[in-house]
C-alpha cells in the first residue's frame, strides 16, 4: 500500500496511506478527517488533472511517496446578497440626477445669459422653492395679473425641472413669460435679443414673485418674498442748516454696495451705501435744503441681498460703464454694526451662544485639525447646524431676530450664491451663477454646463480684472439655537 | 586607427580619440618657434646626427648601413616609449622620408632592406598619406618581431591599417595569412597592455574573434568580456551572437560562470545553460544560478546530469519553480514595513482635491467599483490581504462576498480574480481562498476564479500542476466568459512553458467552427503565451489556420487582433525565424494582413534595436491613411518594442515618437503615448512624464485615455510623487467622463502596484536580459489599449491582468548559505556605465547606505558595503547568496 503526502494550505500531512484497491472516494474520507473539508469539496490534484470520486488507484499509479496537493475550504459559499446591489449604471436619468448633487444647467437662448444665472442663483434658496411649490391659481389674491401669475407658475416649473433633469434645460417658457410681463427684455438689436441687466431681471423677478406669493388668505405667511429676502432700514434724516431731524422706514429687497475709491472691501461698500445725501423741502427753511440720511438695518433677512453697483451710466459713451475695481467680499458676513441700536440688543445673546459653540467645537478639534482645514471645518459645522435649525423652525418665520422662537438670527451671514459679471458694460459680457450646494460644494453654472469649484476661487470674483467678477452676492443667515 | 571606422565601438572609440589627438595639437604650440631658432643643444645635436644616419644609409658600405639603421631604430625606439608628445626623431626625421623611401626602392632584398622597411613603417605614421597604408605595407616587408617595442601609437595605427587592408582583401578576394600574423601580434600586445577595447576592436575588424580566448587571462578578462557584451547591442547579426558566444566562452573558461550563464539565458540557448550546471561543482553557486533562472521566467528543468543527487536537484528545482518568491516578497515588504493592506481610497488620495472631487455618491457606480477592484489588487498584489476581498467574511453581512457583488456581471470575473492578484505567488493559501468561488453558481465567479488560479500561479511552477488540474475541465464548458477564464488562466500560469499538454487542448479551440470570436481570441493569445518565443511550427499552423477562417465580420471585431499577436508573440524577438510565417501572412484576407504583418515584424524584432526595422517601421508610421486602416497603432508599438533594449535608442526613438505626434494622423497619435510607455515603463523619466501629461488633456479622449494608462506604466511601482499628484488633479479634471476617471484610476492603481516594490520592466540584471514572458504580457495589454472601448472599456476588462506576467518584486535580498534572509549594508547608487573604461572605476554614484533587503529603482546598482560576505552572483539584483568570506578579518 502506498503512503503518500497530501499538501493542504499552508499544511502537509505525511504518510497518509492509499488502499489501491478502494475507490478514491475512500481516501477523500481519510482526508475528511484530517482536514475536515467535506470529500465533495475536496479538489486533489493528481499530475495533471483532478482525481475524481470513482478513480481507480492502479490507472492512476500513484507512487508511495508521491506529494499530493488538495484544495478545498470548509468555509461558506459565496452568496450573492439577497437585495441586488443597485449601480448608478443602472438608474434612469432622473434619479441620476440626485445622485450628482446638483441640479442640471440652462441653455443659453441668445443672451439670455443674465436669466439663467438669475435663475440659478435664486433657485438656490429651498424656501422660495417651497413657497412656489405652494402657491396655486387658487390661492393667487384677486390683486395679481395675469401675467405675473403665469410668471410665478413658469418659475416653479422652471425649479421643478431642473431638479429632476440631469441635462440641460431649455428654459423657453419661462422666457416668453417673462418677456411678456416685462417687455423691455425683448429688446432687439440686429435682429436679436440683446444682453439684460442681470440685476433688472433679478429685481423685477423677485417683485413679481412678492407679489403672486402674497397670501393675503393665510394669516402665518403674508409676504413670503419679503420674509426671506426684505430688509428693513431705518433711516435718520438730519438737516444740517436747520438742524431738524426725522426718520423714516422703508424696506428694499437688497442693500447696494457703492464702489468708490475708499472701498476696498464689501463691509465698507455697505456702509457706504447706507449714507447718502439728499434735497429736500425742509419744512421750517421753507425751501430744499441738504440732508443726510443715515440709514441702519433694523430687521435681517434670511437671505442677504448684496448689490455691488459696478454699472453707472456714462453719457459721453451713452451706455452702462463698469467699474472694474476690486472689492473684496468675505464667505463670512457679520453686518451687526449695520445694525440699529434695537436690532443689537436682540443680537447679542444669540451671538454669544454661537461664539460659546464655536470656541466649543474648536476646544475640541484644535488638537485633531491644523491650521487652514480648521476654519472650513468650523464653517462647514456651522452650516450644518444652521440648516439643522432651519428646518427645525419653519419656513413662515417672520423676522428673524423677532423673540420667542426657537432660533434666532445672529447678523452673521454665510455666502451661498455669487452673479458675476465678465465684460466691460451691463448690456454685454457674460453673466455666470456661482452656487453653494447644501452639500457644501460649489457649482459654477455657466449657462448649459455646470461645474464644480473650490471654495477659494469663489472669493476671487472680487473684481479688479477682466475675469468674472461678482455682481450680486447673496448670503444665507446664520442661526442659533436657545 | 580602428575606433575611428568603426562606428560600433562606442567605449574605447572616444577614448582612443582623445589619445590620439593629444599628440599634434600639444605639439604645434609649444615646439614652432623653437624649431626654426633655438633648437636647444641636444636636440641640435640629436638632428644633426639623425641627418648623418640617413646619409649614411645611403652609403654604399653595408656595415655603416647597417649602424646607422641601428642608431636610427635605436633613436626612435627610445623616445617612443614616451606618449607625451611627437616623437623628437620623428619630427627631425620627417623631411628625410621621401629620400629613405627612394633609397629603399633601390635596395636589393637583404636584411638591411627589412631594417629600412621598420624604420619606414614606422616613419609612415606620420607621414604616410590618407589611404595609403605605407606604414603597414613596410611593415609586411619589415623584420618580423616585436612590434610592441616601437610603441604604442604606432601598433594602434597599424591596426587601423590593418582594418582597412582587411577589407580591401576581403572584397578582392586575396589572402590574409600575412596580415592575420600581424593581428596575432598586435592583440597579444593590446591584451598585455590593458588595452582590450582596441584589441576586440580589431578582432571584430577581421572577424577573427577566436583569437581573443589565446589571449585573454585572468586579469584582463572581465573587461574585456564587459566590451564584447556591450558592443553585442550595437551589431548587426549574426555578428551580436558571435561577439556573445566569445563572451561566453571566455566566461567559462574562468570559471565566472554567473556572467556566463547570462549570457547564455541571453543566447536562449539552452545548451548552454546545462553546460554551466555541468561545469560548476559547487552546489551554492548552483543555488545561485537558478535563482537567476527563475528570475528571468523560464522553465527549465534539472536533470541528474546537471545535479546528481536527488535532493539536491529537488531542492534546486524549486528555486527555479518559483516557489519562495512569495516569501521573499514578503519578508521585503515586512522590512519595509508596508504589509498594512491599503485601500482605493488611500490611493485615490480625494480628501487633497477640494471642492472638485466627486460628492460621494450614494449609490455605487459599477463602472468605478470596478476601478476600485482593479486597484486594490495592483496595490495590494502579492501581500496576501486587503481589505476589500480577503477581510474575513462574517455571516451577517458576509463582507468579502460583498464587495465582489458590488461589481456588475463581467466586473465580477475581475473581482474575484483580484484575490489571485492578492495573492500572487502563494500557491497554497491563494487555491485555498479561491476555493469558494468555485461553488458559486454564476458564470462570471467562476471565470474569475479560474483566472485567479492562473494569476496566482504566475510564474510559479509546481510539481502537482494544480492550474492545469483545475482549469482543464472548465475549457470546453458551455458558457464563453467561463471558457476564457480557464483559458486565460492557463495562458498565464504556463506562460512560457512550451506545455505540450495544454497546446492539445487549447489547440482545437482556435479551429472550431462553434467557439465564438472571444474564446479564439484569448486561444490564440494564451498559446502565443505559453509558446512565446518558441517558434513552435503547430501553434503557428492553428492560430493562421484561425485567422483565414475569419468572416469579414469577425476580422472587423477587435478582438481579432489577439489572433495576430497570438501568432507574433510565438516569434517574440526570434528575428528572421518569422519571416515564413510573415510570408504566409501575406495570403491573408487585406482587413488584418497589414495589421499581421506589422505586429510579426515588431514581436520578431522586439529588443534587438534592429535599425533597419525601426526604420521599416517608421516608413509606415509616415503614411497617410485613409480612415479604417488599423496597421499603424502596432506599428508604432513596433517602434517602442524593437528600441527599447538599450538606453540610446530608447533616447532617439522619443525624439522620433515625438515628431509623430506633430506630424502623424490620428490614429497614429492614439498609439504614440502607449510606445513612449513600453519605453519607459516603471522608468518615469521626467521628458516621457511632460509629455504624457500634456497628452492626458488631448482633444481626443482616446490619445487622452492612452496616455493616461501610460502614465500609470511609466510610474508602475515607483510611488512617484510627481506622476501621483498628476493623476489626481486629472481624476477631479475627468470626475464626470466615466471612460477617462475609469483609466485615471487603473493608472494610480499601476503608479502604486505592490505599493511600490514591484516593477514591470520586461528587463533585468542590469538591462542585460529581457524576460519574454514579462514582454508578452506588456504587449498584450498595450496592443488592447490600442483599442479601448471594446476590449478594457467594455467587458473584457480582465486583460489588464496580463501585466502580472511583468510584475516582479524590484529588490535586492540577501540570503545565506541556507537561504535564510541575512541582513548585510549594502551601498545602493545611480549605475554608472565602465565599458571600456581601465582600472577598477566606480560602478555606482551617488549611493546611500542600506542594509538588505533594500529596492532598487531604474538605473540603480547595488553593492556590498561589507568584505565580511561574497555574492555568488556579480549582478546584485533579485535573490543573492552571500558567502562568508575566509579571508575576512574583523577589526
Known amino acids: 500500500m502506498p503512503t503518500v503526502s497530501v499538501k493542504w494550505q499552508k499544511k502537509v500531512f505525511d504518510g497518509i496511506e492509499i488502499d489501491i484497491t478502494l475507490p478514491a472516494y475512500v481516501f477523500k474520507a481519510q482526508l475528511y478527517d484530517l482536514t475536515g473539508v467535506p470529500p465533495e469539496r475536496q479538489k486533489i490534484m493528481v499530475k495533471g488533472g483532478l482525481l475524481k470520486d470513482d478513480a481507480d488507484w492502479s490507472a492512476i499509479g500513484v507512487k508511495d511517496g508521491q506529494k499530493l496537493m488538495m484544495m478545498g475550504t470548509a468555509d461558506e459559499i459565496v452568496k450573492a446578497p439577497e437585495k441586488a446591489i443597485v449601480f448608478a449604471e443602472d438608474l434612469p436619468e432622473e434619479a441620476l440626477a440626485t445622485n450628482l448633487g446638483y441640479s442640471a444647467g440652462l441653455v443659453n437662448l441668445g443672451n439670455t445669459c443674465y436669466m439663467n444665472s438669475t435663475v440659478q442663483c435664486l433657485k438656490s434658496v429651498p424656501e422660495l422653492k417651497s413657497a412656489l411649490s405652494n402657491y396655486s391659481l387658487a390661492a393667487r389674491s384677486t390683486d395679481v395679473d395675469q401675467t405675473s401669475h403665469m410668471l410665478t407658475v413658469a418659475t416653479r416649473e422652471l425649479f421643478g425641472e431642473l431638479d429632476r433633469s440631469v441635462n440641460a434645460v431649455s428654459p423657453t417658457q419661462f422666457w416668453m413669460v417673462l418677456r411678456k410681463k416685462y417687455p423691455q427684455f425683448s429688446q432687439l438689436q440686429n435682429g436679436i435679443y440683446m444682453q439684460q441687466d442681470a440685476e433688472e431681471c433679478w429685481t423685477q423677478l423677485l417683485y413679481t414673485l412678492s407679489q403672486s406669493l402674497k397670501a393675503p388668505t393665510s394669516s402665518e405667511d403674508p409676504d413670503a418674498v419679503k420674509a426671506l429676502f426684505g430688509v428693513n432700514l431705518r433711516s435718520r434724516l438730519h438737516c444740517q442748516e436747520s438742524g431738524e431731524e426725522s426718520s423714516e422706514t422703508e424696506s428694499v429687497y437688497s442693500l447696494k454696495c457703492h464702489i468708490s475709491h475708499e472701498v476696498n472691501h464689501l463691509h465698507e461698500g455697505l456702509k457706504h451705501g447706507l449714507k447718502g445725501e439728499l434735497e429736500k423741502t425742509s419744512p421750517t427753511l421753507g425751501r430744499t435744503a441738504l440732508y443726510l440720511k443715515d440709514s441702519l438695518i433694523d430687521s435681517l433677512p434670511r437671505y442677504l441681498t448684496v448689490q455691488f453697483v459696478r454699472f453707472f451710466w456714462k453719457r459721453e459713451t451713452n451706455q452702462k460703464a463698469k467699474i472694474l475695481r476690486k472689492v473684496d467680499y468675505p464667505l463670512e458676513l457679520d453686518i451687526f454694526d449695520l445694525c440699529s441700536e434695537d436690532l443689537r440688543k436682540k443680537l447679542e445673546a444669540p451671538r454669544q451662544k454661537l461664539r460659546d459653540e464655536e470656541g466649543k467645537k474648536l476646544g475640541l478639534q484644535t488638537s485633531a485639525k491644523s491650521g487652514s482645514k480648521d476654519s472650513d471645518v468650523k464653517m462647514t459645522d456651522a452650516e450644518a447646524s444652521s440648516n439643522g435649525s432651519g428646518e427645525s423652525s419653519t419656513v413662515n418665520q417672520q423676522e428673524g431676530a423677532s423673540s420667542g422662537k426657537e432660533t434666532h438670527m445672529t447678523g452673521i451671514y454665510d455666502l451661498v450664491a455669487v452673479l458675476t459679471h465678465k465684460g466691460r458694460s451691463a448690456d454685454s459680457g457674460h453673466y455666470v451663477a456661482w452656487v453653494k450646494q447644501e452639500s457644501g460644494k460649489w457649482i459654477q453654472y455657466d449657462d448649459d454646463n455646470p461645474s464644480m469649484q473650490r471654495e477659494e476661487d469663489i472669493t476671487k470674483l472680487s473684481g479688479g480684472g477682466d475675469w468674472h467678477m461678482a455682481y450680486i452676492i447673496m448670503y444665507k443667515a446664520r442661526f442659533v439655537s436657545m | ?891
Open chain 2, 1 to 891: 586607427m580602428a575606433p575611428t571606422q568603426d562606428p560600433n565601438s562606442v567605449g574605447g572609440g572616444a577614448k582612443q580619440d582623445e589619445a590620439s589627438l593629444k599628440v599634434p595639437s600639444k605639439d604645434p604650440k609649444k615646439k614652432d618657434e623653437k624649431k626654426e631658432e633655438d633648437l636647444s643643444e641636444e636636440d641640435l645635436e640629436l638632428k644633426q646626427n639623425l641627418e648623418l644616419y640617413v646619409e649614411r644609409v645611403q652609403d654604399p658600405n653595408p656595415e655603416l648601413q647597417k649602424a646607422a639603421l641601428e642608431s636610427m631604430r635605436q633613436e626612435i625606439r627610445a623616445s617612443t616609449s614616451s606618449m607625451t608628445s611627437v616623437p623628437k626623431p620623428l619630427k627631425f626625421l620627417r623631411p628625410h622620408y621621401g629620400i629613405l623611401k627612394a633609397f629603399h626602392v633601390t635596395m636589393a632584398d637583404s636584411d638591411l632592406k627589412k631594417y629600412l622597411s621598420d624604420i619606414l613603417s614606422v616613419l609612415a605614421l606620420t607621414m604616410s598619406a590618407e589611404g595609403e597604408r605605407e606604414s603597414l605595407g613596410y611593415r609586411l616587408i619589415g623584420t618580423e618581431g616585436d612590434i610592441g617595442s616601437w610603441g604604442h601609437e604606432y601598433v594602434r595605427n597599424l591596426a587601423g591599417e590593418i582594418a582597412q587592408e582587411y577589407t580591401k582583401r576581403q572584397s578582392e578576394e586575396a589572402p590574409i595569412d600575412d596580415l592575420m600574423e600581424l593581428v596575432q601580434q598586435i592583440v597579444a600586445f593590446h591584451m598585455k597592455h590593458n588595452a582590450e577595447t582596441e584589441a576586440v576592436d580589431l578582432l571584430m575588424d577581421v572577424e577573427d574573434l577566436d583569437l581573443l580566448l589565446e589571449h585573454v587571462d585572468k586579469t584582463n578578462f572581465k573587461r574585456t568580456c564587459n566590451y564584447l557584451t556591450s558592443a553585442a547591442k550595437y551589431l548587426p547579426g549574426p555578428d551580436d551572437m558571435l561577439v556573445l558566444d566569445i563572451s561566453y566562452m571566455i566566461y567559462m573558461k574562468f570559471e565566472e560562470y554567473p556572467n556566463a550563464l547570462q549570457i547564455a539565458l541571453f543566447l536562449d540557448n539552452t545548451q548552454y545553460v546545462k553546460q554551466v550546471f555541468t561545469s560548476c561543482a559547487d552546489l551554492l553557486r548552483k543555488k545561485q544560478f537558478c535563482y537567476m533562472i527563475a528570475r528571468h521566467g523560464i522553465t527549465f528543468d534539472l536533470d541528474d546530469e546537471m545535479v546528481a543527487d536527488e535532493d539536491d536537484r529537488e531542492a534546486l528545482q524549486d528555486i527555479v519553480n518559483n516557489t519562495k518568491l512569495s516569501e521573499g516578497y514578503l519578508t521585503l515588504a515586512r522590512d519595509i514595513e508596508v504589509m498594512e493592506a491599503k485601500t482605493p481610497e488611500d490611493i485615490y488620495k480625494a480628501h487633497l482635491l477640494d471642492g472638485r472631487a466627486s460628492s460621494g455618491a450614494s449609490v455605487d457606480s459599477a463602472r468605478q467599483n470596478l476601478a476600485a477592484t482593479f486597484v486594490n489588487a495592483f496595490v495590494n498584489a502579492g501581500f496576501g490581504q486587503d481589505k476589500l476581498m480577503t477581510v474575513p467574511s462574517d455571516s451577517t453581512t458576509g463582507s468579502s462576498g460583498n464587495w465582489l457583488f458590488k461589481n456588475k456581471e463581467h466586473g465580477k470575473t475581475s473581482a474575484a480574480a483580484s484575490l489571485g492578484m492578492i495573492q500572487l505567488w502563494d500557491v497554497d493559501s491563494g487555491l485555498s481562498q479561491l476555493d469558494k468561488y468555485f461553488h458559486s453558481n454564476d458564470n462570471p465567479i467562476i471565470a474569475g476564479a479560474l483566472l485567479g488560479v492562473g494569476i496566482v500561479n504566475c510564474g510559479i511552477k509546481n510539481d502537482c500542476d494544480p492550474a492545469l488540474a483545475l482549469l482543464g475541465d472548465y475549457i470546453d464548458k458551455e458558457d464563453s466568459s467561463v471558457r476564457i477564464g480557464a483559458i486565460m488562466g492557463l495562458g498565464i500560469s504556463y506562460a512560457g512553458s512550451q506545455n505540450d499538454q495544454i497546446r492539445s487542448k487549447l489547440s482545437p479551440i482556435l479551429n472550431d467552427a462553434k467557439a465564438p470570436l472571444d474564446v479564439i481570441a484569448f486561444a490564440s493569445l494564451s498559446l502565443g503565451m505559453i509558446y512565446v518565443g518558441s517558434c513552435n511550427e503547430e501553434v503557428a499552423q492553428s492560430i493562421i489556420f484561425a485567422l483565414m477562417d475569419r468572416s469579414e465580420a469577425e476580422l472587423g471585431d477587435a478582438l481579432t487582433r489577439f489572433l495576430p499577436l497570438g501568432l507574433g508573440l510565438l516569434y517574440l524577438g526570434k528575428q528572421e525565424s518569422v519571416e515564413a510565417t510573415a510570408e504566409v501572412s501575406k495570403t491573408f484576407n487585406e482587413k488584418i494582413r497589414k495589421y499581421c504583418d506589422m505586429t510579426l515584424l515588431s514581436c520578431a524584432y522586439a529588443g534587438t534595436g534592429n535599425v533597419l526595422k525601426v526604420q521599416d517601421l517608421l516608413a509606415q508610421c509616415g503614411e497617410h491613411l485613409e480612415k479604417g486602416d488599423i496597421h499603424q497603432g502596432p506599428a508604432v508599438l513596433g517602434l517602442a518594442m524593437v528600441a527599447m533594449s538599450e538606453e540610446l535608442g530608447i533616447d532617439m526613438e522619443i525624439r522620433s515618437l515625438e515628431r509623430m505626434l506633430q506630424y502623424g494622423e490620428q490614429n497614429i497619435r492614439r498609439a504614440v503615448p502607449l510606445a513612449l510607455g513600453l519605453l519607459c515603463i516603471s522608468n518615469p523619466k521626467v521628458t516621457v512624464m511632460d509629455t504624457l501629461s500634456r497628452l492626458s488633456h488631448d482633444t481626443d479622449s482616446e490619445v487622452a485615455m492612452a496616455a493616461v494608462i501610460s502614465l500609470g506604466l511609466i510610474g508602475a511601482g515607483t510611488n512617484n510623487a510627481r506622476i501621483a499628484g498628476m493623476l489626481r488633479n486629472l481624476s477631479s479634471y475627468y470626475y464626470k467622463d466615466a471612460s477617462l476617471l475609469f483609466c485615471v484610476r487603473i493608472a494610480q492603481g499601476l503608479v502604486h502596484m505592490g505599493k511600490g516594490l514591484l516593477t514591470l520592466s520586461p528587463f533585468h540584471s542590469e538591462r542585460f536580459l529581457l524576460s519574454p514572458t514579462a514582454l508578452a504580457g506588456i504587449v498584450t495589454l498595450l496592443h488592447a489599449c490600442l483599442d479601448m472601448k471594446p476590449i478594457i472599456l467594455g467587458k473584457y476588462h480582465y486583460v489588464l491582468y496580463f501585466l502580472v506576467l511583468a510584475m516582479q518584486p524590484r529588490m535586492m535580498l540577501t540570503v545565506d548559505e541556507n537561504l535564510k534572509p541575512l541582513s548585510v549594508p549594502v551601498r545602493v547608487g545611480q549605475a554608472v556605465d565602465v565599458v571600456g573604461q581601465a582600472g577598477r572605476p566606480k560602478t555606482i554614484t551617488g549611493f546611500q547606505t542600506h542594509s538588505t533587503p533594500v529596492l532598487l529603482a531604474a538605473g540603480e546598482r547595488a553593492e556590498l558595503a561589507t568584505d565580511k560576505y561574497i555574492p555568488l552572483s556579480p549582478i546584485l539584483e533579485g535573490f543573492i547568496i552571500l558567502k562568508e568570506n575566509p579571508d575576512y578579518r574583523e577589526e
